[in-house]
């Protein structure tokens, strides 16, 4: 099936995105850290019947642009853009998916445009509980500052990863991740600006399961069973809150996850 690429701009900051699908009803998605739109290929094959797709690139990551360097994204332009697109291309009710990062980015949808959303799926999302070392690294100008630091000398984030390492105030599961996306110049920059840029983007977990609730909105979550980036316990904040809620566990680690819930997709059609 054909798979059309575009980008829509607004304001100066622009959403690279791909479209697939033919089914009638709209599947907005949000791929996680160091992916791409491409990253959701695999639900390709498992909805293109049932859904319109579109997936898009998250500022810092393929070919999406923030334009206002090191200024946060608030919630309040998030809901500009996300509306303008929506108008754009004609799109009253849809059904959102976030995996990872991208649950930063579906969450504070919900919150503008419940009484359109027909389906939320979040896989292993990131935005529901702040991780304790996330919420230090940007809440304070000093520590933005540090962390701005190690985007030049990597020897300091090394040496204070391999003592928490020891510590074992980070788990070595983590530290292996965040390892990992750490390596070049240009990985080290995209951490800075994404963790900086989208440190705003949090929501009132409370307030969106109410929200969840007042419109009897579906909510179907996905974890991995292997997963130690995003556990039950992250996003048990939200479910505790929630009525109308699936909690769905696959046996995978984080990385393969939207693979494998295509996968399940395929067998109970429950996206």
């Not at 491409?38 to 998250?58: C, I, P, R, S, W």
């Not at 009484?115 to 690294?137: S, T």
Request: glycine share 4%; with cysteine.
């Amino acid at each position: 099936m054909k798979r059309e690429y575009s980008s829509f701009e607004y304001k100066k900051a622009l959403l690279h995105f791909s479209k697939y699908g033919r089914g009638n009803k709209i599947l907005l998605c949000f791929h996680g850290y160091g992916q791409s739109n491409k990253d959701f290929n695999t639900f390709q094959e498992a909805l293109k019947d049932k859904y319109t797709v579109y997936t898009f690139d998250l500022f810092y990551h393929g070919e999406s642009f923030w334009h206002e360097k090191e200024k946060p994204l608030r919630k309040e332009f998030w809901y500009e853009l996300v509306n303008a697109f929506l108008n754009t291309y004609h799109i009253q009710n849809f059904s959102i998916a976030g995996f990872s990062m991208g649950g930063k980015f579906t969450l504070p949808i919900v919150k503008y445009f419940s009484e359109r959303i027909e389906k939320i799926i979040l896989i292993a999302p990131d935005g529901v509980k702040l991780n304790f070392w996330y919420r230090l690294a940007t809440g304070f100008s000093l520590t933005r500052a540090l962390l701005r630091t190690i985007v030049v000398k990597p020897n300091l984030y090394l040496s204070l990863i391999k003592l928490f390492s020891v510590l074992k105030l980070v788990p070595s599961s983590t530290a292996k991740f965040a390892n990992s996306q750490m390596i070049t110049r240009q990985q080290r920059r995209r951490v800075y600006y994404s963790w900086v840029v989208f440190r705003l983007l949090k929501v009132n977990v409370k307030e969106t399961a109410k929200l969840i609730n007042s419109c009897n909105i579906p909510l179907i979550v996905f974890l991995g069973s292997y997963d130690k980036l995003i556990t039950e316990n992250s996003v048990e904040p939200l479910l505790k809150h929630t009525i109308n809620h699936k909690k769905i566990i696959l046996e995978c680690g984080h990385t393969y996850l939207i693979q494998a819930v295509a996968d399940y997709d395929k067998n109970t059609n429950i996206v």
